[in-house]
């Protein structure tokens, strides 16, 4: 049964507005710049759907499609990985040339050719399964680079709110998952080859819009409307009511800003003041 939030009325017409409990998920029904994607042990639908395991598939996922998109970072990327953790160097007392990961010999050769050659297969190597060997913080430095990308984080106490922001309660809340966008869907949404500080805070606000109506969603607040005219029969004076228009999800509880406003006909607005 439909469930009344707030209801008016004038000697013409009745305005009723309901909480929409049939809303779909904004994440389906809208056109979203963003995509959501989340873990949680018990909201298995949380945000969009997707196919990562775990956080760390999703990130090695997108810090790959980010280099796929700028070649050379992934080469600049495998070049300090590679430098960082690889040396080749003489040892003069035993006359060969010695590998070195991490600061521990792997291997040694007499002839220095071998030992190139060799230390090039280690680096084909890494470039190969490259993604694997970074950390989670290096394949984020990644994706900044390529892609706005925001926490998000669920507070589950009596109810489910999400937000972009940390709620500082350790018992009911915590981190869930991320919203995203590639800088390649930036530059398609915004008609643009090049990315602008402007077009990317423009941007971040669109994703936190995005996680704001769907918030909006997961606590209820989903509204719609039933303009109702009044019709008065003219022998006995009964007044009947009949239904002139209707319309559903809209997000946020008031009914001034959340768009119903401007579905209202004028000779109705009235209605929107004496809502109780």
């Known amino acids: 049964m439909d469930i009344i939030y707030k209801q008016a009325e004038n000697d013409e017409a009745i305005l009723k507005i309901y909480y929409d409990t049939s809303a779909i998920s904004p994440r389906d029904e809208m056109d979203n710049l963003g995509t959501m994607v ?23 996922d997108l810090a790959s499609q980010v280099c796929d998109n700028n070649p050379e ?87 489910v709110t999400i937000s972009t922001e940390s709620f500082n309660d350790p018992w009911d809340s915590g981190w869930v998952g991320w919203i995203y966008v590639l800088d390649e869907d930036i530059k398609k949404e915004f008609h643009v080859d090049e990315i602008t500080d402007e077009i990317r805070q423009k941007t971040v606000d669109i994703l936190k819009g995005e996680v704001e109506t769907y918030d909006m969603y997961l606590q209820g607040e989903v509204y719609g409307y039933v303009l109702e005219e009044k019709i008065k029969c003219p022998c006995c004076g009964h007044v009947q ?36």
């Open 241 to 276: 009511t009949q239904e002139i228009d209707s319309c559903w999800g809209f997000y946020g509880y008031n009914p001034k800003t959340n768009g119903i406003a401007d579905y209202i006909p004028e000779e109705y607005q009235d209605l929107l003041d004496k809502l109780n």
């Open 38 to 60: 989340c873990w949680h042990r018990r909201y298995d639908l949380l945000g969009d759907k997707h196919n990562y395991a775990t956080p760390r598939d999703f990130l090695e």
């Open 73 to 159: 970072l992934l080469n600049t990327v495998v070049e300090n990985k590679f430098r960082n953790n690889y040396q080749l160097k003489y040892d003069a007392t035993d006359s060969e040339w010695v590998i070195y990961q991490n600061g521990n010999r792997i291997d040694s050769y007499e002839d220095q050719e071998d030992a190139e050659y060799a230390l090039q297969e280690l680096k084909d190597e890494l470039s190969n399964g490259i993604f694997d060997e970074l950390d989670n913080n290096e394949l984020m430095d990644i994706i900044d680079t390529g892609a706005v990308i925001l926490p998000l984080y669920l507070y589950d106490h009596g109810g």
